[in-house]
Every structure is written in structure tokens, then in C-alpha cells.
């Protein structure tokens, strides 16, 4: 009988798994987990169950069936909303051709390949057909050789296509990254991931959320060969594997991660595990690491569980959270991290505690849930980051000169097509035949790069009666927006925008500028959801709204579902994807409703520093809350900011945060980076409740002066408070003596070479303009050109390579201090003799010196590092 049952069992098996193509999941107990969470989410996706799953009525193989599931099974909110099963298809169905395709494709484990190869999502970016569109270029790339040497090769091809320039937090897609040629690390790192995946080459993107040393975040790239992860440079190109210029910062950091996509699978090092998704800890591959254990105990001395701790890393003016790990049911939280200073936050409901560790000197903490949020105190913290290492050994000579031979050439191949973008001279000509500003126009193109075509098409093809007004929307649009917004979608919003008649005056004229007419709400992709959201809305909406902007929130309330956990990569969904897919996370939920005011005419914004959606009525801003929401007093308290500092004059999100009570945690507020404390002119209006203020001063990149201020703010209460920060009054004596005469030689020897150099102190760097690293000095001196320029004295630029290599900066040129001078110093020989007289070991380029008139070092830099320029301007003065 148990013969015959097994026999019935393998012929069900078979009938189940059908007969056609090869299994892609061949694992029976994840490929129910699969079904389980596939099953799920056919009910969550319901209201677009055509558009996503339609799909399956097709005649599929086992293996494309298989890919389907597993990338429904784990898909974020945005992914439902924005794309559809066809789409979803013809990427799956690249990833397998790579298996019969490459030399590897049979090679890589099941696991492997379902978690970091077959996912199209990298992190948070806007998903696109790359992978279709490239994979020929690519497996052309990469002919002939094995898979080590591919990957390598796959990233001198991102390298001609894009190089490293900042911008905002919205991560383009891969295809958009390449029309304009740059892109931050985030955008770098997401394209080359793409790239290599599409080869069939397992990879992910890995990320230190904050570095320790230094105010910034960087991501990079690994890929999984023979069994192991090696990382690279994401279009930073070097000789060998396991190399990159962030090499020597990573061992400083505090946590290096990556997101695994799909239900947990094999045995990395793990910080939370949830169903969709595992957080990786990658650290221990980059840095000396040590787990710490924190016990967190109510006031009866009792384990917590499910408590959050949070492990806060300053950075930014803030103690960021670097992870947030819930305790178990002894209450303890665990975590693996780097040998610096955090500050351990733990926290149920509104009960909280605090403490700030040194990870290298403790073992476990114990944290007992005894605070509340009231009352009025200060506490100031010295902090420690991890120290710098002794520098690993380089790759040879003759392969570091290969490799930046084929730098060099590939920087050419894309300016070759940076040239082919519109230039000034067709731009003016465009704008005299359209009879628009030719400033503004010049302006507007420029920006757009490799999207020049689609913004010349709008403006082309727009009514006369709506170019000066298409022109204003443009101009509102961040640079981003308009390196990647097609034609059709500009057209949308420019059409279907209603601008009521009560805004027809100068002053209203800018509210509908910025709150209606405006595309852009907050981080998410642009898209035409004007004219959409109208023919979707119900018309007693359109009609009541207008009068009670308040019916939208009902409207909302009542048809759109929240499910904040489910989409965890935090891409916003569009306002198209959550009328269509009715369901949202609540910064989604906010920029949907924003987008539906806009669209029937009202302005709407999110409120700076708080981001709470607001309409505009009555002449007032109407603060919204949805019915999940606990709504606030409508009473308001106000504080008022000052600073008596004026070496450093303090900025927000460099030297001070805010942040409000809410639910154990205190939330940073949103004001703009870089905005300094004199332009805080007006009182805040706040929510009353309690806050907290943190002020942080960088003496060095090894120790920080922190401070942190707790107090609550009444309702109608008015309240000042000064922005003060922790000085270093420790003396410091000279860190040596240089010989500037042969540098001096180097720029006094030829002709234009200015005599002055050295009277008032000298700033040397040594440079690689084509590295991230040195793009963060020259984007960080233009912020203080005025203090500098006013210090009088000279800084002197030096790169190791070919003249050719100083073009790269011509762009930053006007921003940099007036008394700016660049020369070629060939292998870097002064710099090599200057550290060998110094008996400096540290090699690790840019490195910068700041000497008085008798060539002793006042302060020294070397390698990655954010802010300079504040550092600079102490030693100078």
C-alpha cells in the first residue's frame, strides 16, 4: 500500500510541475514558501490583477513560470503599482537566456541566481527595459572570457557610458543614468549591478549607510565568482577585484550592507531577517568588527521583548540609525559592527534610554526603559571613530598604468558623445525661432544633457499661447527631472493644469507656479498622472473638493488601503500606481493626495522639515491628517533660532539637527542642507510636543564634539534657543615641516606663475580628478569661495597624470577660490619625496596640506573626506 501511495505522490509531483523546461526552483520547501507569498499577493494586487497577472495565461515554461512567482512573491508596493506582468516577463526571460549563453550560466547555484541575478529592483530606483535593450552590447563585451575577467570588463563598459557626479536622493533608472553620462555612487552602483546581471553575472549593490569619519554615504558594487564575493568600484574601473578607492574608508566604518531580495536563504551574516528580504552584514569582508549585545529591561528589571534599538552613528548633525535590531523574548538585541562610537537608543512605545558606546571597550550594555520625553537637559558626548588603518598593498605599477591608460581612453569615448548633446549657439537659435528667453532657454537645455531631444520636443511642439508658461514649468523642475522626463509627461501636466482665478495675481501667480503647476511633489518619478487622476477621480469629488479641499482626505480614507511594511525598498509609488494598485505606504499615500490636488486645481505641497501634506485655502496652509493619524492641537508653538558662532557659522545638517518626539523616536526635521543658522529669520512654527537639538563640531576625522539638547515647546509658547557648538581648545603643535621649495619651483618656473605664492600660507592638493574622492573637494570649496577668496592665499592643485586630466574640472573652475592654480606632477614625485621626508605612510590620495609662510603643516588630509573646506578655513585663520 505505502509502494502505491508513493508511486501517486511522484505522478502528482509531475503533473504539478508539468513536463516542459527545466525547473527553476528545485528546492520543494522554498518553492512553497514562493507559492504561500505568490498567493498573497494575487489578493493584495487585485486591482490590477490584469495588468500583472494576465501574464500566466500565456503559454509559459516551467522555469519563466517559476521566475514569475518568485518575483511577485517578495515585490514591493512600487513594483505592483508601476509596471505589468509583460514587462516583468521579458526581463526574466534575458536572465534565463544567460544560463545557456554565458560560459558560467550553469554554474551558479540556484540560490544565487534566483536572489542576485534574476531580481530586476537593485535598491530604490525606477525600473526600466535595460536589460533588453543592452544585453546584445554587452555579451559582445564580454566574449571569450571567463567570468572574473567579464565583471572586470563590465565595469571599463559602465565607465565609458557614465562617471560620478552628485544629486538628489531619486535614483534614476539605468537607462536614464546613461542618457545623461553621471550619476551619484547610488546611481552608479544600481547601473552597474544592472549590467552585470544582465550578463548572468551574480552581483548587488553594497552601501556603509554613513560613514564614521566623515558627513556622506557611499555605495559600490560585489560579485559573486567561484563560490565568493569580490567588489569593485561601481564606473571605477581598476586593475583587479577587491580594489577601489574606498578601500582604506571602508575599514573605518561602522557597517557596510546590502539587501538580499526574496525569502531568507542561506547562511550570510544576517542583521534582520524579514519575509520579503534579508539584511545582509557585509562589515567583517571590509573592517575589524565586534558584536556587541545590548539587554534592554523595563522598570521592574524585566526582559523587553520586541523592543527597537537602535544603533546611532553621528553623521549629518544627527545620530543616524545604522540598523535598528529588535530585541528577543531575554530582551537582547545583537549587532556586528566597527570599533567606533555609537550611541545606543532603545526604545517601546513612548518609554525610552540612551547611551553612548565605545564598541572597542564594551561588550554588552544594559539599557533599562526608565526615560520619558519631557523636561528640559543637555548632555555633551566626545566622539571616537574607528582609526585610520595601515594601507593595504596596491596592485603593480604596470597594471595601474594599463588600467589608467584605458581610463583615460574611455573618458573619451564619453565626452565623444557629451559632444553630441545641443550646444549654446542651436540652443539661442531655438530660442529666437520660438521667441522665448534665451537665457532661460540655455538654462533649461543645458541642465536636461542627453534629454535634450524630449525638452526641445516640448517646448517645439507646445502651443504659442503656453511656451512662456511651459518654460516656468521647466525651470521649477530639479535637474534630474529633466534628464530623464519625457516629452508626453511634460505635455500632460502643461495641458490638463488649471489655474483657479483666484491665483491670477503676482502673488498668487507663484503659489500656482510651485503648488499646482509644478510636476514634481517629492522623490518619486515623474509621471502623467494630471490628466490620469482626472478621468480616474469620481466627478462629485472634482466638484466638491474645490469648495472642501478636506473631501480629498475622506476620498482617501476610503478607498485607498495601508500597507507601510510592504514596500520596503521605500520607492514611492506614483500617483497613477496608487489609484490603480488602492493601496499605499504613507509617504506615497502623501504624494498621492498632493497629486490630487493639484490635478483638480488646489495647491498642495508637503510642508518643509515635517513633510505633512497641506493644501492651500482660505490664504492659509491646512495641515492633513489621515484617519490612522493621530491629529495634532491645532495650536502651535515657536521657536527661534540664533548663533553668536561665527567660526564655524552653523548649518543645518553639518553642525545642528531638530527633531520631534513620536513614538520612542525622535524624528529629524527636513529643513535644507546647507542652510545656515542666520537664515532661520523667522520663528519655526511648530507642533508643540518635545524636541531635541544635536550640534556636532568635526575637529578631525577621528573625533567629533557632540552635543544634545532635550526640551518641549508649548503650545502658543514662543522659545529661543541658541545653536551652540563645542569648541576644541586643545593646542596642537605643528605636524612638521615642508620643504615648499620644489613644489614653489613647480609653479614659479614658467611663464604666469605668480610671485605671492606662499606670503599668507599655502593650501596644497594633490588630486585625481577623475575620482570621486577629489569631486568631493572641488564640489565642497565653491561653498565657502567667499572666506577663502577673502584669506588672500594661493591653492595649488596637482595632478599625477596627463594635462588632458585638468579638463575634467574645467566645469567646478568658477566655483573654486579665486587664487586657484593647477599643475601636472608627473607619478606624483613631490608628493612621494614630501611623505618619505615627512615619514608619512599614508599614501592614500587626495591629500591636502595647509602650511603657513614657512612651510610648517598646520593640518593634513589624506584620502576620502567631506567638509574640507571648514577644516581648511580653521587652520588658515
Known amino acids: 500500500m505505502k509502494f502505491f501511495l508513493k508511486i501517486l505522490v511522484a505522478l502528482s509531483l509531475i503533473i504539478v510541475y508539468g513536463c516542459s523546461g527545466n525547473h527553476l526552483i528545485t528546492d520543494k520547501s522554498y518553492l512553497d514558501i514562493v507559492e504561500k507569498s505568490f498567493n498573497e499577493i494575487k489578493k493584495l494586487a487585485e486591482n490590477r490583477s490584469a495588468e500583472l497577472f494576465s501574464v500566466f495565461d500565456k503559454n509559459l515554461s516551467v522555469s519563466q513560470i517559476e521566475g514569475l512567482k518568485f518575483l511577485y512573491a517578495f515585490m514591493p508596493l512600487?513594483?505592483?503599482?508601476?509596471?505589468?506582468?509583460?514587462?516583468?516577463?521579458?526581463?526574466?526571460?534575458?536572465?534565463?537566456?544567460?544560463?545557456?549563453?554565458?560560459?558560467?550560466?550553469?554554474?551558479?547555484?540556484?540560490?544565487?541566481?534566483?536572489?542576485?541575478?534574476?531580481?530586476?529592483?537593485?535598491?530604490?530606483?525606477?525600473?526600466?527595459?535595460?536589460?533588453?535593450?543592452?544585453?546584445?552590447?554587452?555579451?559582445?563585451?564580454?566574449?571569450?572570457?571567463?567570468?572574473?575577467?567579464?565583471?572586470?570588463?563590465?565595469?571599463?563598459?559602465?565607465?565609458?557610458?557614465?562617471?560620478?557626479?552628485?544629486?538628489?536622493?531619486?535614483?534614476?533608472?539605468?537607462?536614464?543614468?546613461?542618457?545623461?553620462?553621471?550619476?551619484?555612487?547610488?546611481?552608479?552602483?544600481?547601473?552597474?549591478?544592472?549590467?552585470?546581471?544582465t550578463a548572468g553575472i551574480p552581483s548587488r549593490q553594497v552601501y556603509t549607510p554613513r560613514w564614521a569619519h566623515s558627513d556622506d554615504n557611499h555605495a559600490w558594487v560585489e560579485v559573486w565568482i567561484n563560490g565568493k564575493w569580490f567588489y569593485m568600484g561601481a564606473c571605477e574601473p581598476e586593475p583587479v577585484l577587491d580594489q577601489g578607492w574606498f578601500t582604506e574608508p571602508a575599514r573605518r566604518a561602522m557597517l557596510v550592507h546590502t539587501r538580499s531580495f526574496g525569502a531568507p536563504s542561506g547562511n550570510e551574516n544576517s542583521i534582520v531577517s524579514h519575509k520579503n528580504y534579508t539584511e545582509?552584514?557585509?562589515?567583517?569582508?571590509?573592517?575589524?568588527?565586534?558584536?556587541?549585545?545590548?539587554?534592554?529591561?523595563?522598570?521592574?528589571?524585566?526582559?523587553?521583548?520586541?523592543?527597537?534599538?537602535?544603533?546611532?552613528?553621528?553623521?549629518?548633525?544627527?545620530?543616524?540609525?545604522?540598523?535598528?535590531?529588535?530585541?528577543?523574548?531575554?530582551?537582547?538585541?545583537?549587532?556586528?559592527?566597527?570599533?567606533?562610537?555609537?550611541?545606543?537608543?532603545?526604545?517601546?512605545?513612548?518609554?525610552?534610554?540612551?547611551?553612548?558606546?565605545?564598541?572597542?571597550?564594551t561588550d554588552t550594555l544594559v539599557l533599562i526603559l526608565n526615560r520619558k520625553?519631557?523636561?528640559?537637559?543637555t548632555y555633551d558626548l566626545d566622539l571616537d571613530v574607528p582609526l585610520i588603518p595601515s594601507q593595504l598593498p596596491l596592485p603593480s605599477p604596470e597594471l595601474v598604468k594599463l588600467n589608467s591608460d584605458r581610463i583615460n581612453s574611455e573618458d573619451i569615448i564619453r565626452q565623444n558623445y557629451i559632444n553630441t548633446w545641443i550646444d549654446a549657439e542651436d540652443t539661442k537659435e531655438l530660442a529666437a525661432k520660438l521667441s522665448i528667453d534665451s537665457e532661460r532657454t540655455l538654462n533649461i537645455i543645458s541642465r536636461s544633457m542627453g534629454n535634450y531631444r524630449e525638452i526641445v520636443y516640448f517646448l517645439t511642439n507646445c502651443p504659442d499661447t503656453l511656451r512662456v508658461k511651459a518654460l516656468s514649468m521647466l525651470e521649477i523642475l530639479p535637474d534630474k527631472d529633466l534628464r530623464d522626463t519625457k516629452e508626453v509627461i511634460l505635455s500632460d501636466h502643461l495641458k490638463y493644469c488649471l489655474q483657479p482665478s483666484?491665483?491670477?495675481?503676482?502673488?498668487?501667480?507663484?503659489?500656482?507656479?510651485?503648488?499646482?503647476?509644478?510636476?514634481?511633489?517629492?522623490?518619486?518619478?515623474?509621471?502623467?498622472?494630471?490628466?490620469?487622476?482626472?478621468?480616474?477621480?469620481?466627478?462629485?469629488?472634482?466638484?466638491?473638493a474645490y469648495s472642501d479641499p478636506s473631501m480629498i482626505v475622506r476620498y482617501i480614507d476610503e478607498n485607498i488601503k495601508m500597507m507601510n511594511n510592504e514596500n520596503y525598498y521605500n520607492t514611492p509609488l506614483t500617483p497613477k500606481g496608487v489609484i490603480d494598485l488602492k493601496v499605499a505606504d504613507n509617504h506615497s499615500r502623501s504624494i498621492f493626495f498632493v497629486a490630487v490636488c493639484r490635478s483638480l486645481g488646489i495647491p498642495s505641497r508637503l510642508e518643509p522639515g515635517t513633510n505633512v501634506p497641506q493644501y492651500f485655502f482660505n490664504n492659509e496652509w491646512n495641515n492633513v491628517y489621515f484617519s490612522d493619524q493621530n491629529y495634532p492641537a491645532k495650536s502651535i508653538g515657536y521657536l527661534k533660532l540664533y548663533s553668536n558662532d561665527k567660526d564655524p557659522v552653523p548649518e543645518y545638517y553639518i553642525h545642528f539637527t531638530i527633531a520631534r518626539f513620536d513614538n520612542g523616536h525622535y524624528k529629524t526635521l527636513e529643513y535644507d542642507y546647507n542652510k545656515k543658522i542666520g537664515d532661520f529669520n523667522n520663528e519655526l512654527a511648530l507642533l508643540p510636543g518635545n524636541y531635541m537639538i544635536v550640534t556636532g563640531n568635526r575637529i578631525s576625522d577621528s573625533k567629533i564634539l557632540s552635543g544634545i539638547s532635550f526640551f518641549d515647546l508649548s503650545a502658543n509658547e514662543h522659545k529661543t534657543y541658541e545653536i551652540k557648538l563645542r569648541k576644541d581648545l586643545t593646542y596642537r603643535n605643528s605636524d612638521g615641516n615642508l620643504d615648499l621649495s620644489s613644489i614653489m619651483n613647480l609653479f614659479y618656473d614658467r611663464k604666469g606663475s605668480v610671485e605671492k605664492i606662499g606670503n599668507d600660507g599655502t593650501v596644497i592638493l594633490w588630486i585625481e580628478p577623475d575620482k570621486e574622492p577629489t569631486k568631493h573637494i572641488l564640489n565642497d570649496l565653491p561653498l565657502f569661495k567667499k572666506e577663502l577668496d577673502t584669506w588672500g592665499g594661493y591653492f595649488l592643485f596637482l595632478t599625477g597624470s596627463s594635462p588632458d586630466s585638468l579638463a575634467l574640472i574645467s566645469e567646478t573652475l568658477p566655483g573654486l577660490p579665486e587664487n586657484s592654480i593647477f599643475r601636472v606632477n608627473s607619478q606624483f614625485v613631490i608628493l612621494k619625496d614630501c611623505l618619505q621626508s615627512l615619514k608619512i605612510s599614508d599614501k592614500a590620495l587626495p591629500f591636502v596640506f595647509v602650511t603657513d609662510n614657512k612651510g610648517n603643516i598646520l593640518y593634513k588630509s589624506s584620502g576620502y573626506r567631506i567638509g574640507i573646506s571648514e577644516q581648511i578655513l580653521k587652520y588658515i585663520r
Open 78 to 197: 512600487s513594483d505592483l503599482a508601476d509596471y505589468n506582468g509583460e514587462f516583468f516577463l521579458a526581463n526574466i526571460d534575458v536572465s534565463l537566456r544567460t544560463k545557456e549563453d554565458m560560459p558560467w550560466g550553469q554554474d551558479i547555484p540556484e540560490d544565487i541566481f534566483l536572489h542576485y541575478i534574476l531580481p530586476l529592483r537593485v535598491n530604490n530606483e525606477n525600473l526600466d527595459s535595460f536589460r533588453i535593450v543592452y544585453y546584445s552590447e554587452i555579451s559582445e563585451r564580454i566574449r571569450d572570457k571567463d567570468i572574473a575577467e567579464a565583471a572586470l570588463e563590465i565595469n571599463h563598459w559602465c565607465h565609458e557610458k557614465v562617471i560620478y557626479q552628485p544629486s538628489d536622493i531619486r535614483t534614476s533608472a539605468p537607462m536614464s543614468t546613461i542618457l545623461s553620462a553621471r550619476g551619484r555612487c547610488g546611481e552608479e552602483s544600481t547601473f552597474t549591478v544592472a549590467a552585470l546581471r
Open 502 to 544: 483666484s491665483l491670477m495675481s503676482d502673488e498668487g501667480n507663484t503659489v500656482y507656479m510651485n503648488y499646482i503647476l509644478n510636476p514634481r511633489v517629492a522623490n518619486e518619478l515623474v509621471t502623467d498622472w494630471r490628466s490620469y487622476l482626472r478621468t480616474k477621480l469620481p466627478s462629485s469629488l472634482a466638484e466638491s
Open 280 to 361: 545582509v552584514n557585509n562589515l567583517s569582508k571590509y573592517a575589524v568588527t565586534k558584536k556587541i549585545f545590548i539587554k534592554v529591561l523595563d522598570i521592574d528589571q524585566l526582559p523587553v521583548n520586541n523592543a527597537i534599538v537602535e544603533y546611532g552613528l553621528y553623521n549629518y548633525a544627527e545620530f543616524y540609525p545604522i540598523a535598528a535590531v529588535p530585541t528577543n523574548e531575554k530582551g537582547i538585541s545583537q549587532f556586528e559592527t566597527g570599533l567606533g562610537d555609537l550611541l545606543i537608543w532603545a526604545s517601546m512605545n513612548d518609554d525610552f534610554n540612551f547611551k553612548k558606546i565605545s564598541v572597542r571597550y
Open 373 to 377: 520625553a519631557e523636561g528640559n537637559y
